[in-house]
């Protein structure tokens, strides 16, 4: 099996920066996703890490360390539209599937 | 907009009912995935087809089935409905079957309330 640990809940200002670590024990890792989504809405897709090290998308970045099972997602210039929850997945070949952690509500104030 | 499209929206039944949750992936991608959200559970797997054929298994309940179809969408059967389904039922879909690479893309849901 495996198991997927991220923080319940972050708050940040306005325009600040938040950091949201996953780490995570599994065999058969093959990939690391992470999904924004606001409340009674679709999951959608923010970014994916397969190897080491950090993938940037404008205001959000991805990083991974395979050997420490660990993973962060970094949001910048936070806006209150970011203010959702970050759910990060694993997917394991072992499995045949996307494994997701319980999430991680981050809360934007003015 | 995903491009992955879900009906119905909203469902509101009785326990021991038996509904259908439909679900047509984005065009192009053969693979369809099922996942239950409730409160207290995250997002949970529930099954994968691939191109009509069952792939991956997760925790699915044997009242609970589903299907995919030579046109390539998707049918999710909760039949016996415990007040314990009540959850929002998303299906996602990707172009291929399983992999590191396949990013998949998500309905925008089903809410199943049983009362």
């Known amino acids: 099996g495996q198991n997927i640990d991220q923080p319940t809940e972050m708050t940040a200002t306005e325009g600040a920066i938040v950091q949201i670590n996953c780490t995570y024990q599994t065999s058969g890792f093959n990939g690391l996703f992470w999904y924004q989504q606001h409340a009674g809405e679709a999951p959608t897709f923010l970014s994916y890490n397969v190897l080491d090290g950090l993938e940037e998308k404008g205001r959000f970045s991805s990083f991974l360390s395979r050997s420490k099972g660990y993973s962060y997602l970094l949001l910048k210039e936070l806006q209150m539209k970011d203010s959702a929850s970050y759910l990060c997945a694993v997917f394991n070949d072992s499995w045949g599937k996307l494994q997701f952690g319980a999430g991680t509500q981050v809360v934007v104030t003015p | 907009d995903s491009g992955v499209t879900q009906t119905p929206k909203h469902l509101i039944t009785a326990t021991g009912q038996r509904v259908t949750l439909r679900c047509s992936p984005r065009?192009?991608?053969?693979?369809v995935y099922w996942y239950q959200q409730s409160l207290d559970q995250g997002l949970q797997f529930l099954i994968q087809y691939y191109n009509g054929e069952e792939r991956a298994k997760g925790n699915i309940l044997e009242r609970f089935s589903a299907q995919q179809f030579p046109d390539l969408h998707s049918e999710l059967n909760l039949s016996s409905l415990e007040l314990g389904d009540s959850a929002l039922y998303f299906c996602a879909s990707s172009p291929e079957v399983t992999g590191s690479t396949d990013t998949q893309y998500f309905g925008p849901g089903t809410r199943l309330t049983v009362l």
């Open positions: 065009s192009g991608d053969l693979s």
